[in-house]
Structure formats: C-alpha cells, structure tokens
C-alpha cells in the first residue's frame, strides 16, 4: 500500500519558519516528480513547490520563491519543504504528492499527481 505522510505542520508567527516533511512508503518515488501544494478555507487547491525526478529542478509558485525550498532524500524516500519567512496568507493545509515514475509532463497541475497525502495544517498568525 502507498503512503504519503506529511508532518512538520503546526502554528508559527509571521516571519518564522517551519519544516515540513514527506515520507512516502510502498513504493520508491525516486523516479517521481515531487510536489507540495496547499489549500486554504474556501480556496481551491494550489501548486506550492515541485522537484522534478530526473534533474532535480525545482520550481515554485510565485508567491512562494525565494521564501520556501524543496528538497528531497532519496534515501529516505522523503521530501521536505523548507518554509521561512512565513506569512499569514501562507496559512493553509499543505499536502504532499507524488506523480507517476518517469511522467514528465507538467507538474503545476493536481491532476497530475497520483498519489497524495492527508496534510499537515500550517497557521500563520499576524
């Protein structure tokens, strides 16, 4: 059975920083694209960081660069996402996911992402 277990959410002013963490099991993704993304009260879901498989490229939202960084331990089979500088707009649940091994196809987009995990809810206060 896969898994995706996110951990490492929790409460943070604005301005700190957290540390989320991926472990997958089941399977090894170290062929797979990576990607965390995030979804706030009444807000669709929305792509946060991803690490590609093959090169390790990373890419990130806008909103986001420069402020968070992925990475992952193929070892582990874990990722992580490095979040400072936190905001209060960046409070969200974050879900970490995984596509298919050797898709290259884009990774900005939910449904492109087979399997996922159950979150980690991440509050920023003012």
């Known amino acids: 059975q896969v898994q995706l277990v996110e951990s490492g959410g929790g409460l943070v002013q604005a301005g700190g920083s957290l540390r989320l963490s991926c472990a997958a099991s089941g399977r090894t993704f170290s062929s797979s694209t990576m990607g965390w993304f995030r979804q706030a009260p009444g807000k669709e879901r929305e792509f946060v960081a991803a690490i590609l498989w093959g090169s390790r490229t990373t890419y990130y939202a806008n909103s986001v660069k420069g402020r968070f960084t992925i990475s992952r331990d193929n070892a582990k089979n874990t990722v992580y996402l490095q979040m400072n500088s936190l905001k209060p707009e960046d409070t969200a649940v974050y879900y970490c996911?995984?596509?298919?091994?050797?898709?290259?196809?884009?990774?900005?987009?939910?449904?492109?992402?087979?399997?996922w995990g159950q979150g980690t809810q991440v509050t920023v206060s003012s």
């Open positions: 996911a995984a596509q298919d091994s050797y898709y290259s196809g884009s990774y900005y987009y939910t449904g492109t992402y087979n399997y």
